[in-house]
């Protein structure tokens, strides 16, 4: 299976700040990385996928980049409503794999 | 639009068996793959398996021996079984939308539903 791992563990920003949250699969998985935001008591949602392309409705604040074993997700301008849990997914081979989880609170 | 809904009792006995429900609204269970996809409190996710528009299936190498998955196409209902239940098996378990048909990329979820194993 190809492990995802996701880092860091756990993060605390000031609203208006930049955030960046890494994940990292074990080998190539060519792109095929989607993020995932968890709020508290709520489902995931999908925000990225395909490593860069922003989900519908998803504020253009975030972004999402990097290619074979390195991607990251970038949060502009942080709001009060970002405030989750973000986890990364590759959904190249079978079994698809989720990387631990970043959560992020507010400074 | 598109809606998923776990159901399924929320206290299950060791050694017993899960039965959930998953029913689906707004798209045909022909046309995309329905996934379980699980949730320790306070931990990461773990993807269970899936059942693909065609009706095959496919099982997390880990839970294969335990987990079976079919569905109903008429009711739109999708359901998971697993046998042998510890309490590591406690989490909150989700069913997911795939749109994508070789593993798994998941546009919608339900609203989970909390199962604990405990006597």
């Known amino acids: 299976d190809i492990q995802m791992t996701q880092s860091p563990a756990s993060l605390s920003a000031s609203l208006g700040e930049t955030v960046t949250i890494e994940c990292l699969a074990s080998?190539?998985?060519?792109?095929?990385l989607a993020w995932y935001q968890q709020k508290p008591g709520k489902s995931p949602q999908l925000l990225i996928y395909?490593?860069?392309s922003l989900n519908d409705g998803v504020p253009s604040r975030f972004s999402g980049s990097g290619s074979g074993t390195q991607y990251s997700l970038k949060i502009n301008s942080l709001q009060s409503e970002d405030v989750s849990i973000y986890f990364c997914?590759?959904?190249?081979?079978?079994?698809?794999?989720f990387g631990g989880g970043t959560k992020l609170e507010l400074k | 639009q598109v809606q998923l809904k776990e159901s399924g009792p929320g206290l299950v006995q060791p050694s017993q068996t899960l039965s959930l429900t998953c029913t689906v609204s707004g798209f045909s269970l022909t046309s995309y793959d329905v996934h379980w996809v699980r949730q320790p409190p306070g931990k990461g996710l773990e993807w269970m398996g899936g059942i693909w528009g065609d009706g095959s299936t496919a099982y997390n190498s880990a839970l294969k021996s335990r987990l079976s998955i079919s569905r109903d196409t008429s009711k739109s209902q999708v359901f998971l079984k697993m046998n042998s239940l510890q309490t590591e098996d406690t989490a909150i378990y989700f069913c997911?939308?795939?749109?994508?048909?070789?593993?798994?990329?998941?546009?919608?979820w339900g609203q989970g539903v909390m199962v604990t194993v405990s006597s």
């Open positions: 080998e190539d998985i060519y792109s095929n």
């Open positions: 997911t939308r795939s749109v994508i048909t070789t593993t798994g990329l998941f546009d919608y």
């Open positions: 997914q590759q959904n190249y081979d079978s079994p698809p794999t």
């Open positions: 395909y490593a860069n």
